[in-house]
Structures are given as C-alpha cells and as structure tokens.
C-alpha cells in the first residue's frame, strides 16, 4: 500500500479536467459573446504576460486553453517553466494572436493563472521554512470548488505533495468516525474491511489513542491539536520500540507559517495546511496589448 503523499512530482494537468475548467470559466465570462471586444478591429496583434510580484509560476496548461479555445493559431512564448520563481516585472510570455480573441479570453486566462500561482508561491514559502528538517508539506481538501486538481497541482508545483485527493481514494478515520465505530482499533479493522488496498489515515487525540493506531497498524496518523509537549512524546512512542518509526506522523490543525518550524524540529514527518488553497491572494498579473519595452 503507498501512502499518496510519499511522491508527488510535477506532471502534467489532466488534460481533459483542464479543457473542463477552462470551458466553465469561459461560458460563465463570455456569456452570448464579448460586446465590448467586438467593437476593436479583429486584427493580427502581440500582447505580453506581465508579472508585477516576487511569484511562483503556477497554471500555464489553463492560461493557453483559454486563448487557443477563442483562437486556435495563437502563438504563445513562454519565457519561463512552470514551478520558476520570478521576480517583479518579469514578461512570463508573449502572444501572437487575434485582437477580440486575445482580450476576450485576457480575464479568464489571467483568473486562472494569479489563482495558481497563488497557491504555489504559498506552497513555496512553507516549503523553505521546513528546508533542511526532514518534514514534508501536505495540502488539504480546503480547495476552491471546481478547482480542487489544479490547485492540488498548483501545490506540486510550490514544492509541496498531494494528501487525499477526494473522499475516494484514502480512508481517513477522524473523531467522527471513530467515535461510531466504537474506538480507534473497531474503525480500522471496519475501514480494512471495507477498502484493504486504499491508504488508510487515523486521526487520534490522545497518546493512548495513538499507541492503538499504531498497534493496529495504519498507513499515517494524524495528529490533530497535539500541543508541543504531546507532539515531541507522540514521536519519541512512534519511534520506539515495537513501533520502530514504520508508520508516520503528520500534524494538522492551526499551522501556520511562523510555527512551522518548530513543529517540524519535534520531529513530525509530514505538516498539512489548508491555507496553501484557502487563504488565496491572487499574485498581480496582467496581459498588456504591444510588443515588450525594449
């Protein structure tokens, strides 16, 4: 059984959930057509991707299925690689295209863009905060509806990994569903019945709960508000004997980016933030006709 957040590398967007993000976000903007853009020459111009902050560049794949969805023979440079950092005032890419193309699908390109780049200049930012000690960065399912894939990717491409996906694809016991089952070793044996070959996550409030987890065996544990003296004695009973550190840890709940640190320093393998996708503050883009300044 692999634990989904051991590997998540950067590969590339499902093409067809893209094409479906993209036709959404096009129908809800262009409506029965684009009435300001049809009153400018329908001609051959070029037109630039500017990149007014310090960003992670995140949601090229959406970017041009936006504009090759109202002009298929646009032209699209791109100057940098998805994951670059970039510093204020960079031109991202330089288009080619049609002038009602290239302004009609201007908003809702940049929309997904500054979104996902977003999330992957948050990503990066916790990602350099835990350089150097072993923990690893984990998203949550706190997505923006609709875009719960590519922000997950956007994750990927701050240097962070993927939790679960959906409700599908891991079993994640939390006190709700322990408390039914009657206790922590009654929801796992239920849960391995159920789903033997998924991933399987216990979320446990106390030290007893976590020996059980542990001894019952699990593919993660997640402890959720553990303070730091219980986070510190939750790792040395993880990594003793008979446990020998096989299952491991992750912390959740209230993280962020100032304590990131020490949480890691006790030794916990993985940290989840909901705020790499929920707090999002778009990055300042924008796409400007006429050639770059020389």
């Known amino acids: 059984m692999t634990d989904p957040a051991a590997a998540s590398p950067l590969a590339p967007p499902d093409p067809d959930a893209v094409a479906a993000n993209v036709a959404a976000a096009l129908a809800e903007d262009l409506g029965t057509g684009d009435v300001t853009g049809a009153l400018l020459p329908d001609q051959d111009a070029v037109a630039r991707l500017l990149c007014?902050?310090?960003?992670?560049?995140?949601?090229?794949?959406?970017?041009?299925?936006?504009?090759r969805a109202l002009d298929p023979d646009v032209r699209i440079d791109w100057h940098v690689a998805e994951g670059d950092r970039v510093a204020a005032g960079t031109v991202l890419a330089t288009l080619a295209g049609r002038t009602r193309a290239l302004v009609g699908a201007e908003r809702t390109s940049l929309n997904f863009m500054q979104t996902l780049s977003a999330t992957a200049t948050a990503t990066a930012r916790f990602v350099a905060a835990l350089a150097g000690t072993g923990t690893r960065l984990l998203d949550t399912r706190k997505t923006l509806p609709g875009l719960r894939l590519a922000q997950k990717y956007a994750v990927r491409a701050g240097g962070g990994h993927n939790h679960r996906i959906g409700l599908y694809d891991t079993v994640m016991l939390k006190e709700n569903h322990v408390r039914a089952a009657g206790?922590?070793?009654a929801a796992i044996a239920a849960a391995r019945a159920l789903a033997p070959d998924l991933p399987l996550v216990v979320e446990v409030e106390t030290l007893d709960e976590l020996r059980e987890a542990l001894s019952a065996g699990c593919t993660r544990v997640l402890v959720d508000d553990f303070d730091a003296e219980m986070r510190r004695a939750a790792v040395a009973i993880a990594r003793a004997a008979p446990f020998d550190g096989r299952i491991p840890l992750e912390v959740s709940g209230s993280v962020d980016l100032d304590g990131l640190r020490a949480i890691a320093a006790d030794g916990v393998d993985y940290v989840s933030v909901g705020a790499l996708t929920k707090h999002v503050q778009a990055i300042d883009l924008s796409l400007k006709l006429g050639a770059p300044p020389a």
Not at 52 to 67: E, I, L, M, S
């Open 183 to 185: 206790g922590v070793s």
């Open 52 to 67: 007014k902050q310090d960003a992670v560049v995140c949601g090229r794949p959406w970017f041009d299925a936006c504009h």
